[in-house]
C-alpha cells in the first residue's frame, strides 16, 4: 500500500498480513500512517498503490461497498454517530430495516437485533430506545461496537479493525470488549487492533506491526517482543521514565478554594488547589469528573459552600474564565474544542481574539500561531493548513497551543491524552510539568490510572458526583487507586 498527500508520502510501500484466528497490532506515532492504512482497507481512500489478497486470491478494493463485500468491519475512534434518532436506529445504520408486509419497518424487530447485539458485547444495561447522543461516552463506543458485530446481512465478517476502541472505555467495558475479542478469535475472525496502550497490546495481541513516517519499521510476535522494544520501533528513540519527574516544587499561594460546596450535580467538594499544584481527579465513568472542570469554566453554578478563584468568586462564563486566565481542554476534541474545517491560526487564536483589538490582525494571528505552536511542537505545513488534515496528536497540540497562549493561572484537563500516541503523550507532560514549574495549578481527570499517579500530586475520587476521597499519591499502586473507588468512607 501506498498514498502521498500533496506530494508527502504518508503510506510509502506498506505490507500487511493478517491472519485467521489472531489479533494483529497496529502501532506507530500519530502521523505514523495509521489511520491512512484503515481507509486504504476501508475502500474510502483511493490509494496511489495497492495490492490486497485474501485466501490467496486477488481482491478487489475500489469502494467501500467492495470492503463490506469483503467481510470488512470498521470500528473508528471518532464517535460518529446520529445523536437525534435511537440507539437502535444507530446501531443498524447502513442496513436494510427489517420489514413487515414487505414496507412498514418492523420496530420490534429493529429492537431485538439492536439488543442481540449489544447483549453480545455484555451491555445489556443499554436502552436502545433512547436517542443515541443522550448515552455517556463510554455506552456510545459500545454501541459502536455492536453495531459493527451484528448480523443484518448474508456478508459473514472475517476481518474486524479497531481504532482505540477502548479510549472511551472504562476498565469494566474495556474487560467486556476484551472478552467479545476472545470469542471472534475462537469463531476464526482475524482482528487488526490499533491503540497506544502498550500495556492492553502487550496483554491481547498476537502479532504486531510497527509504522513509523509512513513506513514500515518491523513486524513480530508479541511473545518476542517487549514494552521497551516497541517504544523504541516507534519513536526511534528510549524512554527511561513515562512520566518526567517534578523539579520545582508546589508553591505556597491558594489559587482556588472549595469549601463544602455543593452543585446542581456535585455534593461534599474541600479541597485547596495551590499554585503549581497537580490535582488528579479520578474515579468510575460520569462520577462528576468532567462536572468538576466545568464548574470552574462558568457551566455550573454554587447552591451552597465557599468557593473562590484567586480570591474572587468562581468564572460564571466561558468567556469570563478564559479572560481570567482559566484554560480548558475538554475530552473531545474534535467535537468540543476544535473547529476541524478552520485553519491552525484560528484555532489557536479562538478565544484570544479580544486581545488584539477591535479590529483583526492576521499578522499578529500568524505570529502567535508559530509561536505557540513551535512551543507545544506542533508538526504541520504551516499556520494555514485546515486542523481536520492533522493526526490526532497534533490536533491535540494545538488544543493545548491555544490553552498556553493565556498564560494560565489554572489549567483544566479532561483527558488530555486520549487517542494520543507515545512520544506525544510525553510531549504533553513535559508541556504540564513546565507550566507547574511556572506556578500554572492543574486539574486532570484521565481513565490512565498510571498517567494520574504519574502526574498528580494528589488525587480526589469522585462518587457518583461526590467527592469521597482526597488522597496523597505517595507509593499508591493503581489497585490501590481502584480500591477507593468503591470505598466508601470519606475523606475528612
Known sequence: MSKAFGGFPALADVTLNLSSGRVHALMGENGAGKSTLIKLIAGVLKPDSISVTKDGSPLPLNDAQDAHKAGFRFIHQELNIVP???????????????????????????????????????????????????????????????????????????????????????????????????????????????????????????????????????????????????????????????????????????????????????????????????????????????????????????????????????????????ARSVAYIPRERRGEALCLDMSVRANIVLPHLSDYGFYAKPWLENKDALEFGGKVQLKSSGSTQPVGQLSGGNQQKIVFARAIQGNPKLLLLDEPTRGVDIGAKYDIYLLVRELSANGCAVILTSTDLPEVLGMCDRVLVMQEGRQAHLLERGEMTSADLLSHFFNNNDAA
Not at 442496513?95 to 429492537?111: H, S
Not at 491503540?195 to 509504522?211: A, F, G, M, N, P
Not at 527511561?240 to 520545582?248: H, I, Q, T
Not at 482556588?256 to 488547589?273: K, R, W
Request: net charge negative; hydrophobic share 45%.
Open 84 to 322: 437525534q434518532v435511537s440507539v437502535a436506529e444507530n446501531i443498524l445504520l447502513g442496513r436494510d430495516l427489517p420489514r413487515r408486509f414487505g414496507f412498514a419497518v418492523d420496530w420490534n424487530k429493529v429492537k431485538t437485533q439492536a439488543e442481540e447485539a449489544l447483549a453480545f458485547l455484555g451491555a445489556t444495561h443499554v436502552d436502545v430506545t433512547l436517542p443515541a447522543g443522550d448515552l455517556p461516552a463510554g455506552d456510545k463506543m459500545m454501541m459502536k461496537i455492536a453495531a459493527a458485530l451484528v448480523s443484518a446481512d448474508q456478508n459473514e465478517p472475517v476481518l474486524y479493525v479497531l481504532d482505540e476502541p477502548t479510549a472511551a472505555l472504562t476498565g469494566e467495558e474495556s474487560e467486556m470488549l476484551f472478552d467479545v475479542i476472545e470469542r471472534l478469535k475462537a469463531k476464526g475472525t482475524a482482528i487488526l487492533y490499533v491503540s497506544h496502550r502498550i500495556d492492553e497490546i502487550l496483554r491481547i495481541c498476537d502479532d504486531i506491526t510497527v509504522l513509523r513516517d509512513g513506513e514500515f519499521v518491523s513486524k513480530n510476535e508479541i511473545s518476542k517482543t517487549s514494552k521497551v522494544d516497541i517504544i523504541q520501533a516507534m519513536t526511534g528513540r528510549d524512554f527511561k521514565d513515562a512520566y518526567p519527574k517534578r523539579e520545582v516544587p508546589i508553591g505556597i499561594d491558594t489559587i482556588a478554594s472549595l469549601e463544602n460546596v455543593d452543585t446542581s450535580n456535585l455534593q461534599n467538594l474541600n479541597f485547596e488547589l495551590r499554585a503549581g499544584e497537580i490535582l488528579g481527579v479520578s474515579g468510575l465513568a460520569e462520577a462528576g469528573q468532567t462536572q468538576l472542570l466545568k464548574l470552574f469554566m462558568g457551566l455550573g453554578k454554587v447552591k451552597s459552600g465557599a468557593a473562590s478563584f484567586l480570591d474572587e468568586e468562581l468564572p460564571r462564563s466561558p468567556s469570563d474564565a478564559w
